[in-house]
Each structure stands twice: as C-alpha cells, then as structure tokens.
C-alpha cells in the first residue's frame, strides 16, 4: 500500500456501498428492522439466483467494442444498445458520410477491406458492412447481446480500492477469479433488468453519438424564443437522404460549427438548395480550423509529413529519453517549417483568405488533435458560387427569427442546425458509479489512461475508443491485442504510480504539441506510442522489412498483424 495526496486529482470521495443493503436502522422499531432486514435477505437471494457471472463483460458493440469482443469475447458476452453493429456509422451518419481516413488505414489487420488499394473512401453502409463481415468472419457475433443497454453499474469489489488515503501499489490482475463489477441490462427496452456480474470490464460506448453537446444561453436567449425549427446534427442524422433534402429546400439555413459534421451539413445544405428556389446556408464559426482537399500535399503523399518513422522523429512524444528531449528545442524549427509547408499548399490550393477562412494557429495543431476535416469535393466552388457563407463570432444566442451575434449583426434563419459536437465524457460519466466516475476526467479535461486505456485508479476496467489517432479503429485494434494479452498474463501493468507518471507526462506531451489537447489525439507520436505497446507484448516495434521502409513507409494495421509478431 501506498500514501497518498487526498486532495489530489486521484482523491476518490468515499468508499462504495453494495446495492440494497443500508446500515441505517437505529430508527426503526426491533420489529421493522427484522422485517426489513428479512425482505434485504430475500431480495438478495433472488438477486444472487438470477445474477449471471462472467470473466469479461464488454459494452457497446461499435469499431471498439466489435474488436474487443473478437480480442476477449472467449470470456464474455458483449452488450449494445442498439439492434446493429457500427456505432456511430449505424446511428450518427447523413447519408453523404464517409470515412475521411484513407481505407487501407481503417482496417483490421488481419481482415483487408475487399477493395483496399482503391482511393476511393467507403460510405459509412460500406463501413458497417465491412464490420459486420468481419464480426462474421471471426464468429464474432454469438457473443454480441443487441437491443441491451447497459443502464447501471456497481462495484462489488474490495472495499480498500475505494477509500479515501490510500491506493495499491499494483494494478489487480485483470481476472481476480471473483466478480468487481456487476452490471445492469435493459433487455429490448423493456423495464425488467437483468444483472451480470464481472471479473473486468471493457468500455466501448463511444467517444460520439448519443449525447449531443448543446450550447447554453443566458434566459430568453434560447432556442425557446426562436420560431423556427432547431436541430442538433445527431437529429438530422436519423433522416433520410428525401426528408433532409425536403427539410433543407428553399430554407434559410444557420449551421453552428466548423468542423467534419458542419462542413458536411453544409455540402449537404448546398446540395439542396440548387436552383431557382434556392436559399444559401451560413456557417456560423467559433474557432477556424485546417481543412485539406486531399491527402497530398504539393504532391507529395500526406503520410510522408506525419505518418512515417522518420517524420514522427521531429515530434515531442512521452518517455522520449534524454538524447529526444535535448534535441526537441534543435527540432522545434523544423516542426514549425512542415507546418508551413503544409499550410502554403492549402492557402494556395483552397480560397481561404477570400472567405476569411485561414486559421491563426499552425497546422500542426489541428492535425496533433485530430481536428483536420477532409473537406467534400466541391465544398469551396459552392462556397464561390455563394450558396455557401460564413459568419466569425465567438458569441451568439437565438432571436425570435434566427440567430444574432456580439457585434449587433443578425442571421435570419427559418433552421438552426447545430454541429455542435458530442459529450462522450458525461455519457461515461452517467454510467460509471462513485467514487469512480469522478475520477474519470482530470483537471486538464483530460481522462488519464494509461495506454489510453487503463484508468490507473479504476480497478479491473478499461476504456476502449477514447484515445483518437488518424485511424481510430487501428487504435483501438492494437489496444485490445495488448489487453488481452493482459488479460491472459503474458505480461503485467506497471505499478500504479508508474502509470500515474505515464499518463502525466502525456498529458504534457499534448499540451506542449496543441492547443486543442483535450481531444487527446495521439496522431503526432502514434508510431512511438505503439512502439512501447509492442515492447510490452513482446513485439518487435519496428516491423518494416528494411531500414528504407522503416524510415519512409506509413505504419498502418497491417504492420501489426499477429503474424509478422517478430
Ligand atoms: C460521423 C463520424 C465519422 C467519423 N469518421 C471517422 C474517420 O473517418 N476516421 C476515424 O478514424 N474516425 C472517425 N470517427 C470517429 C469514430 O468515432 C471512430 O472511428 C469509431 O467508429 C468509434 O467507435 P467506437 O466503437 O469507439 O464508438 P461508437 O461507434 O460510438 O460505438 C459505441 C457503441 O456503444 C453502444 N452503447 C452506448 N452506450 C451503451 C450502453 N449503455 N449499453 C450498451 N451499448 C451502448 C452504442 O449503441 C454504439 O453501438 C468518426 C465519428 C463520427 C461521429
Ligand atoms: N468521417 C467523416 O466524414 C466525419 C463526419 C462527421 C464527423 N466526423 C468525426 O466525428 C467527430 C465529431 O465531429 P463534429 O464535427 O460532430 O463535432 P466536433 O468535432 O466536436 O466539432 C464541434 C464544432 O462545433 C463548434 N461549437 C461547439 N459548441 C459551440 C458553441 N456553443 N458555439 C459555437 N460553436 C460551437 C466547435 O467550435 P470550436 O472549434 O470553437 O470548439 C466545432 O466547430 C470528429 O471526430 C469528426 O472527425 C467525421
């Protein structure tokens, strides 16, 4: 055991009670209190009786859960809310959605997309197909549970893990032999649950969809004064391609946001709006972003910036060691110099400065959070053509007919859609019991896994899908080999505090890179960064044929399958 900071980020708020069973009875009558503790003893009989115990419980069958369940599922059911596997391709897609990282980075590695040296970027229905053929392929699907909501969970687990002055040295073994958490399921929406109960637990519900983040307004700001119609982008996504053109058509369109879903609500807007009826839409932009038109760059291929060994040699990383750490400062102008580089295409390419588009901050910063959007073919001749405009204001709130701005400017609008984005922490923080889930975001923002995985004070779970890189599902691929290699004892977490450092360091790292690092992308150091997970299974990291390859070639999933393991 070890000491420790209460008034630390870590310090959890109290120790956990077991479901249904209080202590408080000093009130009640001898007679009550027997008859209560009666009914307690009888309830947790029929509870005990109808609990179903497993090793491994795993939640949401999206990219993360889908892997994780083909990784860990000999030991477990999987649970998903909805009736499909896909996440949010399934249930946070418009009809024009697709992928925007090239195919051949968005695969399983031991399961090549049918056509993977196209250039084209698969529709997300391609994208849960592929899923669904890979769930299939590897038999997958029996332990997937759809239509299952996980709606409540409990600790069952030692008591010690939750007190207030002290944690363990060590991080659990991952399958203790005895259950930590129990789990509710709301089986086809119906109101009777059904408990499980589980030795670990892997969370994939998804860093997006379900909870959208809605802007706050002062009172009578709000959208209750507005007398059109307000949409959040989760909405919009459950229309048809018919009902979002017919909502679209010969209406005075504002779209808050200019990131990926904006930019393509826009496309959408414009799509919609040709001809002799046509309205232009207005995106109305808080902070400028990057956006690129393709994946070259002067022509050259994008990977050669960012995603070879080499290149990533010029970006700060956590446990870089001391010769790295000396030359960061030697290699700070070069960073800045890629930057420009990249920037000087863009700005030649893309008529950002007609529009007022250029961002203030670098490149680098919107590619180190994973904010770069790969803008829709014909985005800026829409835009030229004027059936797409743009509005700067950092402050804004509704007025009976649209949307007005700090500097007393107004937006009629007869729709208001809002690309604001998704609250993914407070749908974990909704799940997650206490003291647990206060432990879940640190002071920065930031969720401090280890391996952007393992909560280093959160015993015998995982987190799956949180941390972003360029390819999300390689993430997510090559952190569920590395738990179930844990799972499995093939190697051990590092002591507690080591993980604490760890995951400090990296939240350094990121917020030395961007300024958008509550994003927590790892797209700037990922070939490092699997390095380390590749140590840690026993892997040789470096998994290229030759020294040229190793320094010049992109590293995608493929370089991880379990075959060339070294
Ligand atoms: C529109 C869109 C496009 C994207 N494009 C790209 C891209 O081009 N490249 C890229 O790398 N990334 C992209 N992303 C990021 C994307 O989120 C990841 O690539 C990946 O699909 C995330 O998968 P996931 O399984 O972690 O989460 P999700 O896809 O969100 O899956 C979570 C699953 O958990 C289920 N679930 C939630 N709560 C519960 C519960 N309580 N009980 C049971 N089940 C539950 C949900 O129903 C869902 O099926 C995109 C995201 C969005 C929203
Ligand atoms: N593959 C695809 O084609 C595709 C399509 C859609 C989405 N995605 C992915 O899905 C994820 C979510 O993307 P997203 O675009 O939905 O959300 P997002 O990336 O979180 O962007 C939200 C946007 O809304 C703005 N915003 C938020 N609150 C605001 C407010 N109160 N006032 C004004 N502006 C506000 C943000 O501005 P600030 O920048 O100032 O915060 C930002 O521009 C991302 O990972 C994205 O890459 C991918």
């Not at 909501?149 to 060590?170: F, L, N, S």
């Not at 059109?228 to 005075?252: E, I, Q, W």
């Not at 808080?286 to 960012?306: A, K, Q």
Request: net charge positive; glycine share 6%; proline share 6%.
């Amino acid at each position: 055991m070890r000491n420790y900071d209460p008034s630390s980020q870590f310090a959890a708020p109290g120790p956990i009670n077991r479901p249904h069973i209080s202590n408080k009875s000093s009130k009640v009558s001898t007679q009550k209190a027997a008859r209560k503790l009666y009914s307690h003893r009888k309830d947790m009989a029929n509870y005990q009786n109808q609990i179903q115990s497993h090793r491994v419980g795993v939640i949401g069958a999206g990219i993360s859960g889908t892997a994780a369940a083909k990784h860990l599922a000999h030991y477990s059911p999987v649970f998903e809310a909805s009736d499909s596997l896909g996440g949010v391709w399934k249930h946070c897609s418009f009809s024009s959605t697709k992928l925007q990282t090239p195919r051949y980075d968005y695969e399983f590695s031991d399961y090549p997309w049918p056509e993977r040296d196209s250039s084209s970027f698969p529709s997300h229905l391609e994208i849960v197909e592929y899923l669904c053929n890979y769930a299939k392929h590897f038999d997958v699907l029996k332990y997937v549970k759809f239509n299952s909501r996980v709606v409540e969970i409990r600790y069952v687990g030692d008591r010690e893990t939750t007190q207030h002055d002290v944690i363990p040295a060590e991080y659990a073994t991952l399958l203790r032999g005895y259950p930590i958490w129990e789990v509710a399921v709301e089986i086809n929406q119906s109101k009777s649950l059904q408990w499980y109960a589980f030795e670990f637990l892997v969370i994939c519900i998804g860093k997006y969809g379900d909870i959208p983040k809605m802007p706050t307004f002062a009172p009578g700001k709000g959208q209750e004064v507005f007398h059109g119609k307000v949409l959040h982008s989760l909405d919009y996504s459950k229309l048809d391609k018919d009902a979002s053109r017919k909502l679209l058509h010969g209406k005075k369109v504002a779209i808050v946001g200019y990131r990926k879903s904006a930019i393509d609500l826009a496309m959408e807007c414009a799509e919609a709006n040709q001809g002799p009826n046509g309205q232009p839409c207005t995106m109305v932009i808080r902070t400028l972003h990057w956006t690129v038109p393709s994946y070259w760059i002067w022509g050259l291929p994008f990977f050669l910036f960012f995603s070879t060994r080499s290149s990533q040699f010029l970006h700060d990383r956590p446990n870089q060691g001391r010769f790295k750490t000396i030359l960061a400062p030697l290699l700070s102008p070069m960073r800045k110099a890629l930057s420009k580089f990249v920037e000087s295409y863009l700005v030649w390419k893309l008529p950002l400065i007609k529009h007022g588009l250029k961002p203030d901050h670098p490149f680098l910063e919107d590619y180190a959070s994973c904010q770069m959007a790969i803008l829709p073919d014909n985005f800026f001749s829409e835009a030229d053509k004027g059936n797409i405009l743009f509005k700067r204001a950092s402050k804004w709130w509704f007025w009976s007919g649209g949307i007005e701005f700090q500097d007393n400017t107004k937006l009629e609008a007869d729709i208001v859609l809002l690309a604001t984005g998704y609250d993914g922490k407070k749908k974990l923080q909704d799940l997650i019991p206490q003291p647990f889930s206060s432990l879940l975001v640190d002071s920065s923002g930031i969720m401090p896994l280890y391996r952007g995985t393992i909560h280093p004070l959160i015993p015998n779970m995982a987190f799956m899908g949180y941390v972003e890189s360029l390819s999300n599902l390689h993430t997510a691929e090559l952190r569920c080999k590395w738990l179930s290699r844990i799972a499995d004892e093939k190697f051990k977490l590092p002591s507690i505090i080591k993980m604490i450092e760890h995951t400090t360091k990296e939240t350094d790292i990121l917020k030395r890179t961007t300024r958008f690092y509550q994003k927590q992308c790892i797209a700037a150091f990922s070939i490092n960064y699997s390095d380390e997970i590749c140590e840690e299974m026993g892997w040789n990291p470096w998994r290229k044929k030759n020294w040229l390859l190793e320094a010049f070639s992109p590293y995608n999933s493929q370089d991880y399958e379990e075959k060339k393991q070294t």
